[in-house]
């Protein structure tokens, strides 16, 4: 059980181009969700912490305008990278929290390359 | 401030001991948290700890937290070469939105040599 995916798993787009990420909790309903960045030999880099129904709470320095979260519903949250730019190449990774659980679940992240 | 701090590389062969450490800086934590990376995967929940506790153990799996020193080990007996992965020690934190957030040490690669 706790299984959460993401799609898609590799992609690669142009500069200025918006890419979505989705990410899906397919066994549990997940009341809250958590998009990460990793980069290459580094630590998970929290971007932001999503409620199904309400706004994101973003982390310092990370702009919401140009990372766009949507929670619509417990089982499915996607990130929108807008205008994207080379310098958000990197591995996003998402994650899963059930109801009344502390573990949270991840995804197999989605290596976006930006040309 | 928020910070958790691993050494990045650990090296050991096959059937002996592995003992990865972490050291943490937030006292108010309440769970410490242990993943496994396998290569080109996602992230694998391994275990966690409250932190009342001192020692947790799950299999070939040993936990020990020394909350006076904000020190957390996680200990891996009888390592096989499928142990082979990054390690990543995280606590927990309630951010600004009241949330639960994990804050991450930047993991360990643990290389096991047949």
Redesign the interface.
Known sequence: GAV?SQHPSRVICKSGTSVKIECRSLDFQAT?M?WYRQFP??????MA?S?EGSKA?Y?QGVEKDKFLINHASLTLSTLTVTSAHPEDSSFY?C?ARGVGT????????TRLTVT | GEDVEQSLFLSVREGDSSVINCTYTDSSSTYLYWYKQEPGAGLQLLTYIFSNMDMKQDQRLTVLLNKKDKHLSLRIADTQTGDSAIYFCAESMTNAGNNRKLIWGLGTSLAVNP
């Open positions: 959460v809250t958590f030999k580094k630590s998970l880099m929290l912490t409620n709470t982390e990774i994650s502390r573990e949270q679940y991840f995804g197999p992240g």
